[in-house]
Antibody, heavy 120, light 108 residues
Framework: QVQLQESGPGLVKPSQTLSLTCTVS??????????WSWIRQPAGKGLEWIGR???????NYNPSLKSRVTISVDTSKNQFSLKLSSVTAADTAVYYC????????????WGQGTLVTVSS | EIVLTQSPGTLSLSPGERATLSCRAS???????LAWYQQKPGQAPRLLIY???SRATGIPDRFSGSGSGTDFTLTISRLEPEDFAVYYC?????????FGQGTKVEIK
């Protein structure tokens, strides 16, 4: 059974780059046809899709974040990563990674989430 | 981009009662690519329903989904104490996978 686990700094300074990694266990990130996705949730608010990467490396991003987001995959480590540049307090949220089956499926499974706070 | 609007924002009910949650899309959701998730405090969302009406693995049959096109419904036939949570709908027919804003089901 595939499991996902987010990791990365819990505190990032304003204007800096937020960097998170999602480690996939219980299966190879490069086997099968999957999109590996990032989603975030500010405290007390709803869910916002950030973007996704296919195992080939092709990406799709939320238009509202596209200019600041980069998602990459490292098949040798069975991980994919999120970088969000020029962060502000509005980027403070719990960040989740999740899997989607190509061509279309709901997000399942999800990682447990990691809180990232943007503050000086 | 497809916008999903959930109603009501909050539903106050007692255990044993029936809960009916609505999700309306700004345009037709292709192939009924509509999912429902349950989220409890401090936890990641859990998939309940996919394809508008199919229950995910391990989901009790008191949860049911229906609808097509732009109007979708999640019904919980008899609320159990563990069902009080926030519920989100999500469309996955487009690449952006947008979510509704959520409906909180709280104990009356």
């Amino acid at each position: 059974q595939v499991q996902l686990q987010e990791s990365g700094p819990g505190l990032v300074k304003p204007s800096q780059t937020l960097s998170l990694t999602c480690t996939v266990s219980g299966g190879s990130i490069s086997s099968g046809s999957y999109y590996w996705s990032w989603i975030r949730q500010p405290a007390g608010k709803g869910l916002e899709w950030i973007g996704r990467i296919y195992t080939s490396g092709s990406t799709n991003y939320n238009p509202s974040l596209k200019s600041r987001v980069t998602i990459s995959v490292d098949t040798s480590k069975n991980q994919f990563s999120l970088k969000l540049s020029s962060v502000t307090a509005a980027d403070t949220a719990v960040y989740y990674c999740a899997r989607v089956v190509v061509p279309a499926s709901p997000f399942d499974p999800w990682g447990q989430g990691t809180l990232v706070t943007v503050s000086s | 981009e497809i916008v999903l609007t959930q109603s009501p924002g909050t539903l106050s009910l007692s255990p044993g009662e029936r809960a009916t949650l609505s999700c309306r899309a700004s345009q037709s959701v292709s192939s009924s690519y509509l999912a429902w998730y349950q989220q409890k405090p401090g936890q990641a969302p859990r998939l309940l329903i996919y394809g508008a009406s199919s229950r995910a693995t391990g989901i009790p049959d008191r949860f049911s989904g229906s609808g097509s096109g732009t109007d979708f419904t999640l019904t919980i036939s008899r609320l159990e104490p563990e069902d009080f949570a926030v519920y989100y709908c999500q469309q996955y027919g487009s690449s952006t996978g947008t979510f509704g804003q959520g409906t909180k089901v709280e104990i009356k």
